[in-house]
């Protein structure tokens, strides 16, 4: 589940993670882009408290810095960030490292980045940031699933109704934006359960976060 700054949100990242945990979400992500850095490091301290508390991964977008001081269990890096290898070594030895990729030739660089797990998108579009890609569709998931095998893939900002699709192309994984929203997106904690309850009943059973989760 991501926890965003979106001022469009209803509630605070460490709100949204509390609810995304008690609703069984399997990986809390914060995405901080908005707030100063001291605003996301107490955010980002909350969460941890709350993930290590419901026995959830916890994963600090772009910034392995924030990701470090808070004790988080990994760190996503986009293509505009700091590259894998340009971790420090200590950096890399105690987080797990996630990479966005958004082409084929992307996909493919990302297998060769020693990454613990890579994230392809956006299949249908997203409207919780914006976004240079077109949406890439489901024949180019697929492609990048077989492109960066073995790695797990995950994919963001799919519906119920396209849940099954995407672990049949390939996808092992999905993140989900906690805001409320018009369908399942009451709570978020509802949302989480919702869409957890499904995909544990796929032959992925959250294999993603199984992939990159270290015994707790």
Same mark, same amino acid.
């Given at each position: 589940?991501?926890? /965003?700054?979106?001022?469009?949100?209803?509630?605070?990242?460490?709100?949204?993670?509390?609810?995304? @945990?008690?609703?069984?979400?399997?990986?809390?992500?914060?995405?901080?882009?908005?707030?100063?850095? %001291?605003?996301?490091?107490?955010?980002?301290?909350?969460?941890?408290? @709350?993930?290590?508390?419901? *026995?959830?991964?916890?994963?600090?977008? /772009?910034?392995? /810095?924030?990701?470090?001081? @808070?004790?988080? /269990? *990994?760190?996503?890096?986009?293509?505009?960030?700091?590259?894998?290898? %340009?971790?420090?070594?200590?950096?890399?030895?105690?987080?797990?490292?996630?990479?966005?990729?958004?082409?084929?030739?992307?996909?493919?660089?990302?297998?060769?980045?020693?990454?613990?797990?890579?994230?392809? *998108?956006?299949?249908?579009?997203?409207?919780?940031?914006?976004?240079?890609?077109?949406?890439?569709?489901?024949?180019?998931?697929?492609?990048?699933?077989?492109?960066?095998?073995?790695?797990?893939?995950?994919?963001?900002?799919? %519906?119920?109704?396209?849940?099954?699709?995407?672990?049949?192309? *390939?996808?092992?994984?999905?993140?989900?934006?906690?805001?409320?929203?018009?369908?399942?997106?009451?709570?978020?904690?509802?949302?989480?359960?919702?869409?957890?309850?499904?995909?544990?009943?796929?032959?992925?059973?959250?294999? @993603?976060?199984?992939?990159?989760?270290?015994?707790?």
């Amino acid at each position: 589940m991501l926890a /965003d700054d979106d001022p469009r949100w209803r509630l605070d990242p460490p709100a949204q993670a509390a609810a995304a @945990c008690a609703g069984g979400a399997a990986v809390v992500q914060l995405r901080a882009k908005r707030t100063g850095d %001291r605003e996301a490091l107490r955010w980002a301290r909350e969460i941890r408290a @709350c993930t290590r508390d419901a *026995g959830v991964l916890f994963i600090v977008n /772009d910034r392995f /810095d924030l990701a470090l001081l @808070c004790e988080a /269990d *990994g760190v996503h890096l986009g293509q505009d960030d700091l590259p894998p290898a %340009r971790l420090p070594a200590s950096a890399r030895a105690r987080l797990l490292v996630g990479r966005s990729t958004h082409t084929l030739e992307q996909a493919r660089v990302a297998r060769a980045e020693e990454v613990d797990y890579a994230a392809f *998108g956006p299949v249908f579009g997203t409207a919780s940031k914006d976004s240079p890609y077109a949406p890439r569709g489901l024949a180019l998931l697929a492609e990048a699933a077989r492109a960066v095998a073995p790695l797990p893939l995950a994919i963001s900002t799919v %519906r119920h109704s396209g849940l099954f699709i995407v672990t049949a192309h *390939g996808s092992a994984g999905f993140c989900l934006n906690a805001r409320a929203r018009s369908d399942v997106w009451s709570a978020p904690s509802f949302a989480a359960n919702s869409f957890a309850s499904m995909f544990g009943m796929t032959s992925a059973t959250r294999a @993603c976060s199984a992939a990159v989760m270290p015994p707790m």
